[in-house]
């Protein structure tokens, strides 16, 4: 069972040293008896074939209290592609994620690796943390700071946080009004939209992305203008939720 549970954002920072963010970390704690783990660990889309998150992993974990530090990439450079193969709206489309196809996407990873070592050694996260779990399947795991172990950690345990964006892109599906081209009287109001996905969670862009697409269609019917996307024009929104 889930005994304790912590999970925070710990910091954004740039790989290159820039001023916009390209690194989120997450910071979780918590001790699950071996069932638990497991569950816990297959619910994620990791590659979960080794010995080591089935066996050596849940063993760790069911002896002290496990400590995951999670980098997470906001500014992917990698895309991948959606395709639609049939007419039938039921049917579903072929999505092809196409991670990590960019080794920038890779180095910032490894670098996030890096710092977070360097963040776990100093006082007092160092005297509350144990050893390294280290994945003796993959090469260089003897040197777990060495960069091939870095990079092959990266390529089989990474996973996704769930926040596709760019398939119906502004300005190749739709216009600026979120119209669908060629299609009369669709539209798109969600995270799809996004030609560039924002660099952190996409959740409150995709709220505003709504509120907006309601705006638009409401001042249709009411001919005032839509509202403006305005930081702190509470007064309008607030109103429009009503």
């Excluded at 704690?29 to 074939?49: C, E, I, Q, V």
């Excluded at 280290?134 to 870095?150: C, H, I, M």
Aim: charged residues 20%.
């Amino acid at each position: 069972a889930l005994t304790g549970s912590l999970i925070s954002s710990l910091l954004f920072t740039s790989s290159d040293g820039g001023l916009i963010p390209d690194v989120q970390f997450h910071l979780s704690w918590y001790k699950l008896d071996r069932g638990a783990l497991l569950k816990f660990l297959f619910s994620m889309p990791m590659n979960l074939t080794s010995a080591f998150f089935t066996e050596y992993l849940p063993m760790k974990a069911s002896q002290k209290p496990l400590c995951c530090l999670l980098p997470s990439l906001i500014q992917p450079k990698s895309t991948g592609q959606l395709d639609i193969y049939s007419s039938d709206p039921l049917a579903y489309p072929k999505a092809d994620f196409n991670y990590l196809s960019d080794q920038t996407d890779v180095d910032t990873l490894v670098y996030a690796s890096n710092l977070l070592r360097r963040i776990v050694a100093t006082s007092p996260m160092s005297s509350a943390l144990g050893k390294e779990v280290v994945d003796p399947e993959l090469p260089g795991f003897s040197v777990p700071t060495s960069k091939e172990y870095a990079e092959a950690y990266v390529r089989s345990a990474a996973t996704c946080i769930y926040h596709p964006v760019g398939t119906c892109s502004m300005g190749k599906v739709v216009d600026s009004k979120l119209k669908v081209k060629g299609v009369e009287g669709l539209r798109v109001a969600d995270a799809s939209v996004m030609p560039v996905i924002t660099p952190g969670n996409t959740n409150w862009p995709t709220i505003m992305i709504g509120e907006r697409a309601a705006s638009m269609m409401r001042s249709l019917c009411t001919n005032r203008e839509p509202m403006p996307m305005l930081l702190g024009d509470r007064g309008e929104a607030e109103s429009s939720q009503k």
